[in-house]
C-alpha cells in the first residue's frame, strides 16, 4: 500500500508518524523545511520563530506525543514573563512556568519539524498536484515530473489549498470550499541592544497587533534580541495586498505606541505575510476520509487553528485509516 501526503506540518508528520508501519508512505511538502507554520526564519545573527509561537498541550494523546522530544531537549517549556496588554497599557501580568507549560522547539521551532521528519521519506522543495491515473493516484511536481503512483492521497494542506489539490468529486469538496482561514502578518525586529521590556510574551488587545514576543528570550536561542510581532487576523485580511513597506510601516508605528519605545533604529527588520495562517474552532471536527476516492484530508482547519489541533485531526485520520488499509 503505498500512501501519499501533502503537506510537512505537524497534521502531515502525525499521519506519517503513526502509519508508517502499515504502509510505504512517501510526504511532499513545497517549503524548504519540514514543519509547515511551525517554522523559523533565520537572518544571522538573528534568528525568528515567523509562524506559531507557542503551544500548550491539554490532551493525553497529545501529551504521549510530545513526551520524547521533551525528554530529546527538542521540546522546552518557555517560562516567560507573559502580560496581557491594551492598546498600550499593562492589564495583567503573570509568570507561565511548569506546572502549566507553554512549550516552544528549542532551539528553534523548526527544531520539532526536524526531529519528526528524520525517519521519515519526506520530499522537500516539491509543490506537487495530483491526477487520476487508473485506479490509482499521480504525483505531479511543478515542473511536471512524474513523482510515482499512490493508492491514497492524503493533503494536510490549508483547507483553501487542499480545496484545489483534490478533485472536486472528493467527497468533502463542498465542506473545504465553506472553511475559511483567515491571514496574518509576522514583524521580525532584531536589534543590537535589548530594549530592557519588564515582559518577554505580549497578548495585545484593542490594537491592530495581536501578539508581541521577546523571541530570543525563548529556551536555546542565545542569539541577539529580537521582536516578533503579530498583527490580528482582520488587519491582515483588510490589508492583504498592501505593499510590504506600508505593512511593515504601520505595524512598527503600532509596535512602538504598544510598547513606549521606539523600534525604528533596529538593525534587521523583515515581513512575512500569511495569507493562512488560522482558522476559528469549528463545529464539526471529523477526519474527512473518502473510501471510494482513496483520498482524505486533514490539518489544523478541521478543528482549530493550533498546533494540538493539527495533530489531533492527524492522528484520529491515522486512525481512522488504519483499518481501511489493513
Ligand atoms: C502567524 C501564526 C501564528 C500562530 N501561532 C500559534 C500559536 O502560538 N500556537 C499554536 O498552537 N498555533 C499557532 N499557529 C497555528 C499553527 O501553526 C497551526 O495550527 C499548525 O502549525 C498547522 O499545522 P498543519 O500541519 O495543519 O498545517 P501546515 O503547518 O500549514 O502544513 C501544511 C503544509 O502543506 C504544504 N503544502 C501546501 N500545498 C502544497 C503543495 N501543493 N505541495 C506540497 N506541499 C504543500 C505547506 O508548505 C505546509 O508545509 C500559528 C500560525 C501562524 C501562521
Known amino acids: 500500500m503505498k500512501i501519499a501526503i501533502i503537506g ?13 508501519d502499515f504502509a510505504d508512505i512517501v510526504i511532499f511538502d513545497k517549503s524548504r523545511g519540514a514543519g509547515g507554520r511551525i517554522c523559523t526564519r533565520y537572518a544571522k545573527p538573528y534568528v525568528f520563530d515567523h509562524g506559531a509561537q507557542f503551544f500548550i498541550a491539554r490532551t493525553n494523546k497529545f501529551k504521549n506525543f510530545l513526551e520524547p522530544m521533551i525528554e530529546a531537549g527538542v521540546i522546552q517549556s518557555w517560562n516567560a514573563k507573559f502580560v496581557e496588554i ?41 509543490e506537487i498536484s495530483i491526477n487520476r491515473s487508473k485506479d490509482h493516484w499521480q504525483i505531479v511536481d511543478k515542473e511536471g515530473s512524474d513523482q510515482g503512483v499512490f493508492d491514497w492521497v492524503i493533503s494536510t494542506a490549508p483547507v483553501s489549498q487542499s480545496a484545489i489539490l483534490l478533485p472536486v468529486d472528493f467527497k468533502f469538496h463542498e465542506t473545504l470550499l465553506s472553511r475559511k482561514m483567515m491571514g496574518c502578518f509576522s514583524l521580525m525586529i532584531g536589534f543590537d541592544d535589548s530594549l530592557n521590556l519588564a515582559w518577554e510574551a505580549a497578548l495585545v488587545s484593542e490594537a491592530d497587533i495581536s501578539w508581541i514576543s521577546v523571541n530570543s528570550s525563548k529556551p536555546g536561542r542565545n542569539g541577539s534580541f529580537t521582536l516578533l510581532v503579530h498583527s490580528t487576523n482582520s488587519w491582515a485580511e ?43 474552532k469549528q463545529d464539526v471536527e471529523s477526519p474527512f476520509i473518502d473510501e471510494n476516492n482513496q483520498l482524505a484530508a486533514c490539518g489544523d482547519w478541521c478543528i482549530k487553528g493550533r498546533i494540538e489541533s493539527a495533530f489531533l485531526s492527524g492522528f484520529d485520520l491515522a486512525n481512522e485509516m488504519r483499518s481501511l488499509i489493513n
Open 238 to 280: 483588510e490589508n492583504i495586498n498592501q505593499e510590504k513597506d506600508a505593512v511593515i510601516e504601520h505595524l512598527m508605528n503600532e509596535t512602538s505606541k504598544i510598547i513606549g519605545k521606539k523600534v525604528y533604529d533596529a538593525n534587521h527588520i523583515d515581513l512575512h505575510r500569511w495569507k493562512y495562517a488560522n482558522i476559528k
Open 86 to 126: 491594551k492598546k498600550d497599557k499593562i492589564i495583567s501580568r503573570r509568570q507561565w512556568d511548569n506546572d502549566n507549560p507553554h512549550y516552544v522547539g528549542s532551539p528553534t521551532m523548526s527544531s520539532i519539524g526536524k526531529y519528526l521528519s528524520q525517519d521519515l521519506n519526506v520530499q522537500l522543495n516539491s
Open 8 to 20: 510537512a506540518g505537524i497534521a502531515g508528520l502525525t499521519v506519517a508518524y503513526h502509519l508508517k
